[in-house]
C-alpha cells in the first residue's frame, strides 16, 4: 500500500471517528436519554422529560470512557468517578459508549440504575446483539463488587440496563422494534413468589430503526430516524426536534447536529457512506487492509464500522486477504 493509500485511509478513518463522537455526544443529551428511557425502561415510562432530566438521570453520561473488560479499568472507577482511558489513546480497548448513572423513581431506599447505550450502525454483525448485551450488562453487575457492596451483601446490587440503538435496519422482522430482555420467575415445581426486586437486576433492550424511515406509530423510532438522517438538513431536523419530540434547543445541541449533518454530507462525498451499492468500493477495501493488516482489527469490526451487508462480507474478506497475501510477498 502507498503512503498516499495509507495517509488518505487514515483521514477517513479519523473523518468516520470523529463522525461517530459527534453522534455519541448527541445521545448523550440528558433530553436525547430522557426520550430513550421513556420509551424502553417500564421504570420512567410515566415521566415527563423534564421529570426525568430533573429527577432521575444523576450527573453528566460519560462517552466512550468507561472500560468494558476488567483488565481496562482502573479502581474505583465504576462508581466514584465512571472514568478511564481517554478512547484515542488506548484505541483497541472496549468502552462502553454512553454509561450513566439514573435514580429509580418510587424506590424505598435511594436507589440507582447503571444505564449504557450504544449506538450500533447495524444490526446483522455477526454474533447476536442480545448476547453482548447480556455480556455488557454482566460487566456492570460484577464492577459494583467492592464499590457499590462488599462482602456477601448482593442485596444492595442496582440494577444494569444496556440499551443498544441499532440504526440501518433494513429487513423487515427487526426493522422499526424494540425489544426487552430481562429477568423473570418461573416456578418449576411448587408455588412461591418472590420479591422481584431481589432478581429484577438485569435487562437489555434493542432498539432497531432506520434513519430513511419516520413514518411508524412509536415516537422514540421516529426521532432516531430523524435524528440520524441522511436525507433531513439541520436546520430541519432542529425544527422536528423541538416541535415533534420535544427536545429543547440549545446552543450548544443545535451546533452538534450541524456538525454531525456536515460530516455526514462530507463522508457522502468521500463515497465512504455510499457503501457499495455499485459494487465493491476500493477505498473500503483499501480501509479494512489497513485495519486489519496494521492495527490488528478483525473482519467482524470492520463489517460493522463500514456497515457491510452480510452477503456482501466474503467479497470484501476474499477482496482483503489477496491484498495481504500480495504484501507479504
Known amino acids: 500500500m502507498t503512503n498516499k493509500i495509507i495517509s488518505s485511509v487514515i483521514a477517513n478513518n479519523n473523518d468516520r471517528i470523529q463522525y461517530d463522537e459527534v453522534c455519541k455526544r448527541i445521545l448523550a443529551d440528558k433530553f436525547i436519554i430522557a426520550k430513550i428511557l ?54 483497541g480497548k472496549v468502552t462502553f459508549d454512553i454509561m450513566f448513572k439514573a435514580i429509580v423513581p418510587e424506590t424505598y431506599e435511594r436507589k440507582h440504575m447503571f444505564i449504557n447505550l450504544e449506538a450500533q450502525k447495524a444490526f446483522n454483525v455477526g454474533y447476536p446483539i442480545a448476547s453482548r448485551g447480556v455480556y455488557y450488562c454482566s460487566r456492570m ?50 408455588s412461591i413468589t418472590t420479591d422481584k426486586s431481589a432478581y429484577d437486576l438485569l435487562s437489555v433492550v434493542i432498539v432497531c430503526y432506520n434513519n430513511n424511515d419516520n ?24 425544527n422536528m426536534l423541538s416541535s415533534q419530540y420535544g427536545i429543547p434547543m440549545t446552543t450548544n445541541f443545535k451546533g452538534e447536529v450541524n456538525s454531525m449533518c456536515n460530516m455526514s454530507q462530507g463522508l ?15 477505498n473500503t477495501i483499501n480501509s479494512m487492509f489497513y485495519l486489519i493488516n496494521n492495527k490488528h482489527w478483525d473482519f467482524k469490526d470492520c463489517f460493522e464500522m463500514y456497515n457491510i451487508p452480510e452477503e456482501k462480507q466474503a467479497t470484501y474478506i476474499e477482496a482483503v486477504n489477496k491484498m495481504i497475501n500480495n504484501s507479504n510477498i
Open 215 to 238: 413514518n411508524t406509530t412509536n415516537e422514540l423510532i421516529n426521532m432516531l430516524s430523524v435524528l440520524f438522517s441522511n436525507k433531513i438538513n439541520a436546520d430541519k431536523k432542529i
Open 141 to 190: 453487575l460484577s464492577k459494583q463488587y467492592g464499590e457499590v457492596f462488599t462482602n456477601s451483601r448482593y442485596d444492595k446490587l442496582q440494577k444494569v440496563t444496556s440499551i443498544f440503538l441499532c440504526n440501518n435496519v433494513t429487513d423487515k422482522v427487526h426493522k422499526n422494534t424494540i425489544t426487552s430482555f430481562e429477568l423473570n420467575e418461573h416456578n418449576i415445581y411448587g
Open 38 to 91: 421513556k420509551h424502553t425502561l417500564p421504570e420512567y415510562k410515566n415521566y415527563s422529560l423534564k421529570e426525568i432530566v430533573d429527577n432521575y438521570i444523576d450527573g453528566s453520561p460519560l462517552i466512550s470512557t468507561v472500560a468494558v473488560n476488567p483488565d481496562e479499568k482502573r479502581n474505583g472507577e465504576f462508581v466514584e468517578t465512571l472514568n478511564s482511558e481517554n478512547v484515542i489513546a488506548n484505541e
Open 268 to 282: 457522502i462525498d468521500l463515497g465512504i457512506e455510499q457503501g457499495i451499492e455499485q459494487g465493491i468500493e476500493q
